[in-house]
């Protein structure tokens, strides 16, 4: 069975995510775990969008920058509501949650690199 370490979160706006690393080598990892909660979004299709737009920028990230598969699973969880998200169309959503993703998602490439390679400072990719 596999016990995680304390992690170390990154935030923004709306969404907080957490490197996680696994004591267990053994263990089953997941690169990427979503927490998308009901209470925040109603709609089924609202998750099931946040979830694939999540995917989508993850795997973009993941291309960009070192092996994310890393030590072990990465937890994306959506904490707060946007604001004014009713009167938002839906491809105006996607493309704000892409923005924000992929902003955060280049901070946690950033900083598995920093675990990886600590002496050596990366830039993001344009």
Do not use: C, Y
Not at 101 to 122: E, H, M, N, Y
């Amino acid at each position: 069975m596999a016990r995680s370490a304390r992690s170390k979160a990154l935030a923004s706006e709306h969404f907080q995510l957490s490197l996680r690393r696994l004591h267990d080598a053994g263990a089953e990892s997941h690169p990427l775990w979503l927490g998308v909660p009901k209470k925040l979004l109603k709609r089924a299709v609202d998750r099931n969008t946040l979830r694939r737009v999540a995917r989508e920028s993850w795997r973009a990230a993941s291309r960009s920058g070192p092996d994310m598969s890393g030590p072990g699973p990465v937890l994306l969880r959506l904490v707060r509501r946007p604001a004014s998200f009713a009167q938002m169309p839906q491809s105006q959503r996607k493309r704000a949650w892409r923005a924000e993703l992929d902003a955060l998602f280049t901070q946690a490439v950033l900083a598995r690199s920093a675990k990886i390679a600590p002496g050596i400072a990366r830039r993001p990719t344009a």
